[in-house]
């Protein structure tokens, strides 16, 4: 059997008019049309900053568009808003919010399967949701769609990681920190249904820096953005700071995956943009 190739782009991060991280992406979409893997996962936060940017979503769309690969979309906090519970962000995640990015990019999550793999995409953003009622929803549709795989092996993929350091961590005091990943309740929920499921794999954005590691049998593989790196050279970092992209190939016996385009695209260090601006 051939392998699965499946290419994973994470925090695009594109804005109408504005030419920084639209420089990779032009990049970025030549080497998927050149390489043609199975199918493209967009891993969140396609949009630029403002998830109530309709010129941003536009033009995000209007990018995608032309990519001859058939693309999965999961939601990030710029796209949807911040989770409730654990967000930072003013603008939080809504019904109205989500309902905006699936008439745009057609899903908020994904189930399929491939080269004796489950493959399970979810909308990071309802984790911690207070109650909402599309975060039951979702979870829901998770069990389901994980026993639908019938114990092969599966890989979840997700906006954010779901811990820094360890699983056991709490939720940080910090909001800049918290903000970072799941928080501990809805990870501890969703580490259980991996482990009664067979997830080998978790695969999540968010955090620009690129880092891989295994716990418990779970893989744990941070996706770099290929838009930009975050914060300053002195800030903590928990992966590389570095930008690209996920080239997975999937064959019933495992997985293989490299890390492409830190050699090719602009680091774009975000903070030099930002340095001196209230608030940043
Ligand atoms: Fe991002
Ligand atoms: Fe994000």
Request: aromatic share 12%.
């Amino acid at each position: 059997m051939n392998a699965y190739r499946l290419v994973q782009v994470a925090d695009l991060h594109l804005g109408a008019g504005q030419e920084h991280h639209f420089d990779n992406w032009r990049k970025v979409a030549a080497w998927i049309a050149r390489e043609k893997p199975d199918t493209v996962v967009v891993n969140g936060d396609l949009i630029m900053g403002d998830p109530d940017d309709e010129a941003d979503y536009a033009f995000a769309r209007a990018t995608m568009a032309p990519l001859p690969v058939h693309c999965r979309y999961l939601p990030g906090n710029h796209d949807i808003g911040d989770n409730i519970v654990s967000g930072k962000m003013e603008k939080r995640v809504s019904d109205a919010r989500r309902a905006r990015f699936v008439s745009h990019f057609g899903e908020e999550r994904f189930a399929f399967e491939a080269a004796g793999w489950g493959f399970a995409g979810i909308n990071a953003q309802l984790l911690g949701s207070d109650g909402q009622p599309a975060e039951a929803e979702q979870w829901a549709w998770l069990e389901k769609a994980l026993a639908g795989f019938g114990g092969k092996p599966t890989a979840l993929f997700l906006h954010k990681p779901l811990f820094l350091d360890h699983p056991s961590e709490p939720d940080c005091e910090d909001p800049s920190m918290r903000q970072s990943c799941a928080d501990a309740a809805s990870r501890a929920r969703l580490l259980d249904l991996c482990k009664r499921h067979r997830v080998r794999l978790v695969s999540s954005g968010h955090k620009h820096q690129t880092r891989s590691f295994s716990l418990d049998g779970i893989y744990y593989i941070w996706a770099p953005s290929t838009a930009c790196v975050n914060g300053a050279p002195d800030a903590k970092h928990w992966g590389a700071r570095e930008v690209g992209f996920v080239d997975y190939r999937f064959t019933p016996e495992g997985f293989d995956h490299r890390i492409v385009g830190a050699d090719f695209l602009f680091r774009h260090e975000n903070y030099i943009r930002k340095y001196g601006v209230a608030g940043q």
